[in-house]
């Protein structure tokens, strides 16, 4: 069950390509959302959740983390390629990225690809992270994957959304938090708290502007000479889930003049392992800042409601009244809730149209 809530070149692989085809501020910080103050106190109090001490993973593996960290496998454990259902898959390989670590970067071409047969047919880049879960069961830690191959091509077979490549960006293991926890909340966190975090959860050191300056100005550039794409921002989306949630926004909301759209499943709002106030005020702060202009813009976002999904409620609507503050309408912005739906990549195949058709949908 759902209930919205809304917001107003060749075939053949190139060189360097494997293809499978397949089956702050100081003292207290403050927050102002239109008419509405809301101190560190008084949300912490609102949500009725525990302040700090969740601001870094504890060293047991608890269910918690667990699912927070679903999508983590580390390139070194991956099979050579993924075997989507439907579609090609190609892995861009040996490529010195200046901003990040090596990591494979898988894209995946709908059935019926032929640059040499169809020269005029160009196509839309949805970008996603967590690159590893999105195609192949078989080859993910937890045996389950977004089907993302599946959901895009039924869409494009129907006409319901343009022709569209994936860019499927894996992520890093043991650096994937300090990777995609937006940098710009940080100096909305009040010291000691903020070096706490940075040390604990980010191994000392945020990632989150160079993972985003190799999305933009290394890998977006390569995808746009090799494959026969629409580079133009209104042709380019981001999507991701927990953490890659954040990301996604984040990135939209940085370079606005790269991506239109953007959207966050499960949006890991509390930046941690544990329910807090800190990391998401800071988030609303930015947010409030930075929102990318709802005129040029669409997002989405969602949630459910069991495992981890079911501590998310307040800390959406908050982000909701923010985003209707900016301008945002139900004509460019969505936020949803899926009844009985938990954190993990079942639930997010599930309903992984409904992002899609949002962001690309034709009319």
């Known amino acids: 069950m759902c209930s919205e809530t809304t917001v107003q070149k060749s075939n053949a692989p190139a060189p360097g390509v494997t293809s499978c085809r397949g089956r702050q501020q100081r003292g207290r910080p403050v927050l102002t959302v239109g008419r509405r103050r809301l101190a560190a106190r008084t949300l912490l109090a609102a949500v009725a959740l525990a302040a700090l001490p969740g601001l870094a993973p504890a060293q047991t593996q608890t269910q918690t983390q667990t699912q927070t960290q679903t999508q983590t496998q580390t390139p070194q454990e991956a099979p050579a390629l993924a075997r989507p259902a439907v579609g ?93 926890f937006p ?35 290394e890998l977006k550039p390569l995808i746009d000479s090799r494959y026969p794409t629409r580079p133009g921002r209104e042709h380019t989306f981001i999507m991701g889930s927990s953490m890659g949630g954040l990301i996604s926004i984040y990135a939209m909301n940085e370079y606005p003049q790269v991506f239109g759209g953007a959207a966050g499943l499960s949006t890991h709002w509390v930046g941690s392992g544990q329910p807090n106030a800190a990391l998401p005020l800071a988030a609303f702060n930015y947010l409030r800042e930075h929102l990318a202009d709802p005129a040029t813009h669409r997002l989405y976002m969602d949630h459910g409601t069991t495992e981890l999904d079911a501590i998310y409620a307040p800390y959406q609507r908050f982000v909701d009244e923010i985003v209707r503050d900016r301008g945002y309408t139900a004509a460019n912005s ?20 409904v992002p899609l058709l949002f962001l690309m949908g034709r009319p």
């Open 183 to 217: 940098q710009k909340f940080l100096p909305f966190v009040a010291e000691p708290l903020r070096q706490q975090f940075v040390d604990r959860a980010l191994q000392g050191q945020p990632r989150a502007d160079a993972y985003l300056r190799f999305l933009v100005e």
């Open 88 to 180: 090609t898959l190609q892995r861009l390989e040996g490529l010195p990225w200046r901003h990040v670590a090596p990591r494979p970067v898988d894209v995946w071409l709908p059935a019926g690809y032929d640059p040499v047969a169809h020269p005029h047919r160009r196509y839309n880049v949805l970008y996603m992270h967590d690159g590893q879960m999105l195609f192949d069961a078989r080859t993910t830690w937890n045996r389950q994957a977004w089907q993302v191959d599946v959901a895009v091509q039924r869409l494009i077979d129907e006409g319901r959304i343009p022709d569209t490549l994936v860019v499927a960006v894996w992520n890093n293991g043991a650096q994937r938090h300090s990777e995609y």
């Open 334 to 353: 969505a936020s949803r809730v899926f009844e009985g739906t938990g954190h993990n990549e079942r639930a997010w195949a599930q309903r992984l149209e």
